[in-house]
């Protein structure tokens, strides 16, 4: 897979490491079958929540503080807009029920595969309704991988610019940094496209994992249960169905902060980067490698059609919300800051 990536050419075809992984993995599961053992070794949540724990305790706490109030504000407008889009088309217009409206949405308006499996679990959704939400986000990551790259450079976006709107618009953390470095490279600062891309997904939107979780949960514990129960429902289940791993992102982010913070500048770089920060680097790509393989893995094209139409749809019209809206907020709300960053 890092011999794939690190070919020469293979920028061009948006080849980084995790995309590469999950191609692979697609290709084993619809071309050989597979074990059913293995699928206890998929752990695709299990490796999403180590990559962000991970990419916590290389984000350094002063910069959420200092830059991340502006990603929080559109992240909040995107994700309002974007979750209710999705859950009322699948509701209202399509008839779906209501748990699978609101994994879909969210995942739509988060960070798709781990947003889902948050949400599943904290509104007890049925495995089929969280198996067709990764399946729309990780289809819709695949193709905006191509399109947002390729969008921003029709519109000659500067790299900082261009990586916040994909981190606006983009449906997984590591799908959405391939398409950040893949522009960044291309207009020449793939520092500011990867920064911009993780103040917007990782401190932006991401942090309404959280939130969706705690919403959800309490709506599906004191409306829906209440309504189809008749009981009345415990308040401490809401925090049992709280994501714990989006705790476990910041408090690495203040302990790295914490260890880091007596070293200047150029110590930083010369030692603490190459000897600390460098390594959990590499551990985070391994952790979403292998998200990302779990998830070729256990996608299998025949069961698609389990999806339906309603439900892509009403999916697609979040998709279609997020994209021209993130477009908006990224280039003519906040676009100077952005291109400063």
Known sequence: MFSIAGWQNAAKFNLEAPLVALIIGLILANVVKLPKWMDSAFRVEYFIKVGIVLLGATF????????????????????????????????????LDRRLGAVIGVGGAVCGVSASMAIAASVRAKKEDLYTSVTLVVGWALVMILVLPFLSRMLSLPAGV??????????????????????????GNEDAAIKTFTLMKVIGRDLWIGIWSLVWASIATVVWEKQETGTK?????????????VIGFFVASILMTAVTSGYSTAEFNSTVKPNLILPLVSLRTWAFIFCFLSIGLTTRFRELKAIGWKTFWA???????????????????????????
């Not at 916040?164 to 207009?187: L, R, V």
């Not at 429902?233 to 791993?245: H, I, L, N, Y």
């Not at 997020?322 to 100077?336: K, P, R, T, W």
């Open 315 to 341: 999916f697609t019209i979040g998709v279609a919300v997020n994209l021209v809206l993130g477009y908006f907020l990224s280039v003519h709300v906040f676009g100077d800051y952005w291109a400063k960053v």
């Open 162 to 187: 261009a990586g916040a709107w994909i981190g606006t618009s983009e449906f997984a953390d590591a799908a959405g940094f391939a398409a950040a470095s893949t522009y960044g490279h291309m207009a």
């Open 233 to 245: 429902p415990d308040a401490r289940e809401v925090w049992w169905r709280f994501p714990k791993f």
């Open 60 to 95: 350094p706490i002063t910069l959420v503080l200092t830059a991340g109030p502006v990603a929080i504000v559109q992240a909040t407008i995107i994700s309002l807009a974007t979750c209710l889009v999705i859950y009322f088309s699948a509701t209202r217009i399509f008839g």
